[in-house]
């Protein structure tokens, strides 16, 4: 090391200040940067401390890279449960859109924390949804206060008429209610099944009991009866009501069969051969009532693609229910065609017609036009529901056409086939007659 006393006669006054000046202010600036390095590593073990140490595999040690690595570790950890919390919050989301009723979950304060698509549209509704969210608002409300459950029925007139129930239970925590949760379910087809099944059960009854009442006065009067003549005449009026309720209860039968089978089994058909077997199948009837069934020549052969049987249940009940409602002498047109979309046949008469109010309603379980005329005929008043079901399996559609006093026309519809179908030894048969 230099001499201080050489290194002074060699330098000047002036030069020693600046290089003490220099060597103070080096020093200064090394003191400030320990004292910032040490408040960032006390700011660091401060961080990592909080990042719960304890969970972590590094050791609680200072330093800048021990309280960085525990630091990195806790930031990972916290965004792998956040990655976790976005996917329990996506599969609830998921489960929730796919629940068919409405769901609504409040706080305790009864503000809605989760609401699922069916529910959006009552809230800020309008019209009767908006009465859906005043009564999920009320009875919230009251379940907060109280802790019990509640329900209610709300039938809005529409259109479309609906009938909603909303159920609210509380959701509790520590024996209280800390939030509740709200169902809005739509039961108006289950209302509208039920009044079916009760209106199907009443019908059923009533038609089986005329009959059986019948059959039960005519065979009392029997045993009391010596005369042969009225003896023969009660019995035939006994075989009219056993027949009557033959035909019902087939009737019923058939319905049931065709409602359960929504999905038939499909094979080309040729139009022509369902129409001559069911033309075969009537044609005595409606000689015996002195109708005529025309079946004018068809065109170009059509085809279409389902179940045979029932597609020749659907004509034969057409055709069935214009002979019972046309007067002796009278005559029923049944045409086959094509738009070039679908395949088409339609059954007209000349009887009563029927009154455009009850359009709507003749493909109904028992629902007759004329009621004494049906009582005459022996009319079951299934056969029109019989169709529609046929129709609805086989995805066509059916067309009234009808006139008070001067007849009507039924036309099903149903998706065609192109191509040539072998025609049945009965369709040559009826052909040829």
């Known amino acids: 090391m230099a001499d201080p006393a050489v290194v002074a006669a060699a330098v000047p006054d002036a030069a020693l200040v600046v290089v003490a000046l220099a060597f103070l202010g080096l020093a200064a600036a090394l003191s400030a940067q320990v004292v910032a390095r040490r408040r960032l590593t006390d700011r660091l073990d401060a961080l990592a401390e909080r990042a719960d140490p304890a969970r972590l595999d590094v050791p609680a040690a200072t330093g800048d890279d021990a309280a960085l690595t525990r630091i990195e570790r806790s930031i990972d950890r916290l965004l792998e449960q956040e990655r976790l919390d976005l996917e329990a919050r996506l599969r609830l989301d998921g489960a929730l859109g796919a629940i068919p009723e409405g769901v609504v979950v409040t706080d305790q304060q009864g503000v809605v924390m989760v609401r699922n698509p069916v529910a959006d549209r009552f809230a800020d509704a309008r019209h009767g949804d908006a009465l859906v969210a005043a009564a999920i608002d009320e009875l919230v409300a009251d379940v907060l206060a109280n802790g019990q459950a509640a329900s209610r029925t709300l039938d809005l007139f529409g259109p479309p008429r609906r009938a ?200 109904e379980r028992f629902y007759r036009v004329d009621h004494a005329r049906s009582r005459q005929t022996g009319g079951t008043g299934l056969g029109l529901a019989i169709v529609r079901h046929v129709v609805n399996n086989h995805h066509g559609e059916i067309d009234v056409d009808s006139r008070m006093g001067e007849g009507s026309t039924f036309t099903l519809r149903f998706p065609s086939l192109s191509g040539p179908v072998a025609v049945s030894e009965i369709e040559d048969h009826v052909r040829a007659s």
């Open 164 to 363: 909603l129930v909303i159920d609210v239970a509380p959701l509790l925590g520590d024996g209280r209610a800390v939030g509740a949760m709200a169902l809005i379910g739509d039961v108006t087809e289950r209302r509208r099944l039920e009044a079916v099944r009760r209106d199907f059960v009443a019908n059923i009854s009533h038609e089986l009991k005329t009959p059986v009442g019948a059959l039960s006065l005519l065979a009392e009067t029997m045993i009391g009866e010596t005369d042969p003549v009225v003896g023969r005449r009660l019995a035939e009026r006994m075989m009219n009501e056993a027949i009557r309720v033959a035909h019902t209860i087939e009737d019923l039968i058939q319905l049931s069969r065709i409602e359960a089978d929504e999905a038939p089994v499909r094979e080309p058909v040729a139009m022509t051969q369902i129409v001559a077997e069911a033309v075969t199948r009537l044609r005595p009837a409606a000689e015996h009532a002195g109708i005529v069934l025309n079946v004018p020549e068809p065109g170009a052969p059509l085809t279409v693609l389902g179940d045979r049987r029932q597609l020749v249940s659907a004509v034969s009940n057409l055709i069935d229910n214009a002979v019972k409602y046309s007067d002796a002498g009278s005559s029923i047109e049944i045409r086959t065609g094509t738009d070039g979309r679908s395949a088409w046949v339609s059954v007209g008469d000349h009887g009563i017609g029927i009154p455009a109010r009850e359009l709507e309603r003749v493909f």
